[in-house]
């Protein structure tokens, strides 16, 4: 029998009717597209390296399979997981964590979730520094909770930096959360300690939450990198999400971790036994050897993202219409194409559009992340070859300059 008409199709909750999807994503789709017809495509879109998880750690998944390692695991990870993640938290941050203190989710996104899904009430306000990595501000809006954007300070030559005043003016009666990406996606700034310690002495003073998510703590170029964890008080007002992704190469393992004090880090796990049950038991073994095996792979994938990000830096510099400056970490780099936008009366997506078409490169607007501060700005992503990161910037460059050319005459 036919109903009249759907309760799937009309019982859906607005908020879900409103979410955004990652746009990252859909650029991928299309370029894939554009691929299959033939376009030497060159993607600057993917948030992942492009170096094959490492042999040891492929070689422990595949033991774990031969021993039938398959079934369901305890919901927070098996013990040795735990370990492994409080020990190398510890033995980097000197934080103290204990293994009870770790629950392993799903990749970190799924980690995000749990925090967000565990404290953000209808009507709760989450400060999220803009631009920013699109999960937070849409879990939360799904919650319906209120994402409140505190724009990043931008200036062309130093890059991004976090005024931690202006997120103190944003803080209301109904603020519940703020949101820290270290290093930062998407524009690959490394916040500097001062800024942490001030962040984190802010949520202190104001009792809030700072869901800290630092999946890019091994993708640091320059600087100093100041984890949240080293400040010993961490268990009173931080979340803290990380994972095997990026740091290992291991995204479609998916593999994270949340870091919460031990006697709420039981109760959320009540939530994550009704959504997930684990983690993949098999990426989970695989885990523990990526952190207790050699690092050597980990620190030559690095190296070799210093190289990409210095030349994406230096090769940039000579595109007219972009003004660029020098990321400290992750693998992003978010320059302004401000003045190219305003000489040919483009948006960044009509000018994402614009290359990927006609010169088959992928860039990404920075209005997906996720709404107005990256209006003038596209992001790229350098998790590809020194020769891609040339021939698409020589491609990106070719296609600016036409552009230029064509409103000058
Ligand atoms: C800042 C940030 N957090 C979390 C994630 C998600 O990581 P995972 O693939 O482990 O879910 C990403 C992936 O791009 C990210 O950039």
């Known amino acids: ?154 200036s062309p030559g130093s890059g991004f930096s976090l005024d931690v005043a202006s997120v103190e003016e944003k803080v209301s009666p109904r603020t519940k959360m703020v949101v820290l990406t ?43 990198f100041k984890s949240v964890l080293t400040h010993s008080d961490w268990r009173d007002y931080v979340l803290y999400v990380n994972g095997h992704s990026k740091t290992f190469s291991m995204t479609g393992w998916r593999l994270g971790y949340l870091v919460v004090r031990s006697d709420v880090a039981r109760k959320l796990t009540r939530l994550a036994v009704n959504i997930y049950s684990c983690a993949p038991s098999i990426s989970q073994r695989a885990g523990v050897a990526a952190l207790k095996g050699s690092w050597e792979p980990v620190r030559k994938m690095i190296e070799e993202f210093r190289r990409r990000r210095n030349v994406i830096v230096e090769e940039l510099a000579r595109i007219p219409g972009v003004e660029s400056y020098r990321p400290q970490g992750a693998f992003y780099i978010f320059p302004s194409v401000e003045k190219l936008l305003r000489e040919t009366g483009m948006t960044s997506e009509q000018l994402v559009e614009h290359i990927l078409y006609n010169k088959g490169v992928v860039m990404l607007p920075g209005t997906v992340f996720p709404e107005t501060a990256g209006k003038n700005h596209v992001r790229l992503s350098y998790a590809i070859s020194v020769d891609k990161i040339r021939k698409g910037l020589a491609r990106i460059k070719e296609g600016f300059e036409e552009l230029l050319t064509k409103t000058r005459k």
Request: charge should be negative; hydrophobic fraction near 40%.
């Open 1 to 154: 029998m036919v109903m009249a008409s759907s309760p799937v199709l009309h019982g859906l909750r607005g908020v879900i009717e409103g979410l955004r999807g990652e746009a990252g994503f859909l650029y991928i789709a299309k370029a894939r597209e554009l691929a299959r017809r033939g376009v030497e495509v060159i993607s600057f879109g993917v948030g992942q390296p492009d170096i094959p998880t490492f042999d040891h750690i492929v070689e422990e998944a595949k033991r774990a399979l031969d021993e039938r390692f398959t079934g369901y695991t305890e919901t927070a990870g098996i013990v040795e997981l735990r370990e492994a993640i409080a020990d190398y938290l510890n033995e980097r941050y000197d934080a103290s964590v204990r293994a009870d203190e770790v629950i392993v989710t799903t990749g970190a996104k799924t980690a995000i979730y749990l925090a967000l899904a565990s404290f953000l009430n209808p009507g709760d306000e989450i400060i999220v520094p803009e631009p920013s990595y699109p999960a937070y501000p849409e879990v939360a809006r799904s919650l319906g909770a209120r994402p409140v954007y505190v724009p990043l300070k931008w």
């Open 182 to 224: 270290n290093p930062h996606n998407p524009t690959g700034a490394v916040f500097s300690p001062r800024q942490v310690d001030e962040l984190l002495d802010l949520a202190r003073r104001r009792g809030l939450i700072i869901l800290a998510d630092e999946i890019y703590d091994n993708f640091v170029y320059e600087g100093e």
